[in-house]
């Protein structure tokens, strides 16, 4: 009998971390430190690279799926930059009233056929827990790039990234979450995610979004401390990263009651004078009025500078997922 064997040697340029490589990105919670750093370096290595030659070879051949149910600005267009400048290319199903979905197809058929045609699957979903359930589907990597209320793994490591480029290094920082802590999956990851830090997290939010009581242990089981407050005042002066995030509309059942809450609070200029100089103001995008535009031109705002370091962190997870990093 004759077996075909698919690959006997690595590639030129192959280079398989078995930490990344094949893998699933589906939560926060399976990095350790040491994975974050090589993460990070690599992203870096990635700022480099884009900055001496704009788009290069590491993923020619390679192919992507960025299946999008919910809409996306940043994360859809920034896995396809990034795909594009490794010299890959990239499947974009983002609009699914147009594919079979419509026709009623489940996630999981739709991952298969996906999977039969491209390496890896960027999956956006506004259920919990289904980039879980695509994952189990395929045998290709699925890359969760936001599960509704649940996670947002790629944004929290770009957050992580963004602060360690911006502040030097995450120990030692206290970092305020304000905002939709309830709904808002960027908060839930990037919480879990500074578990592996030495920092203090201060979570501001109306009363009926809190951060969920389940993470707010998980958190504190890892040694971290933390306080809740409904008042900025109450955190904003020793505050080193102030996370703002939006109120997410779009997962509430009552109308009115968003409509309670969505002008809680709002950053201007008069609230950065109460702040750190060294401070920085990060929002994972895009903003509905949380932060005043005139916020924009003080060096703190560090909210664009963000969604360029994401791109460098979506290139680095891409190469170490693919195996060429
Ligand atoms: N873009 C982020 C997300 O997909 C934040 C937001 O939508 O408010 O979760």
Known sequence: MTTRRLTEHLPFGEKRDPRFFGQDILSVSQFDREDL?????????????????GTFDLLKGKVLTNLFYEPSTRTSSSFVAAIERLGGSVVQI??????????????????????SYTDAIVLRHPEKGSAALAAAAASKPVINAG????????????????????????DG????MLGDLKYGRT????????????VKINYVSPDILQMPELLVK??????????????????????????????QKERFENPNE????????????????MAKESMIVMHPLPRVGEIATEVDNDPRAAYFRQMEYGMYVRMALLALVLGRA
């Not at 609009?95 to 999977?115: A, F, H, I, P, R």
């Not at 990037?190 to 578990?195: D, E, G, H, P, S």
């Open 37 to 53: 750093e090589t993460i990070f370096e690599v992203a870096h290595e990635m700022y480099g690279m884009v900055e001496r030659i």
């Open 94 to 115: 983002n609009n699914v009233t147009y594919s079979s979905v419509s026709k009623g197809e489940t996630l999981q058929d739709t991952v298969k056929t996906m999977e």
């Open 147 to 170: 599960d509704g209320p649940g996670e947002h793994p790629t944004q929290a490591l770009l957050d992580a990234y963004t602060i360690r480029e911006e502040m030097g290094a995450i």
């Open 173 to 176: 920082l206290t970092i305020t």
């Open 187 to 198: 908060v839930h990851s990037l919480a879990k995610l500074l578990t592996l830090y030495d």
């Open 218 to 247: 998980e958190v504190d089981a890892a040694g971290i401390d933390q306080y809740e407050t409904t008042d900025l005042d109450d955190v904003l002066a020793d505050t080193d990263v102030l996370y703002v995030t939006r109120i």
């Open 258 to 273: 968003y409509d309670m809450v969505k002008d809680s609070y709002v950053i201007t200029p008069e609230t950065l004078t």
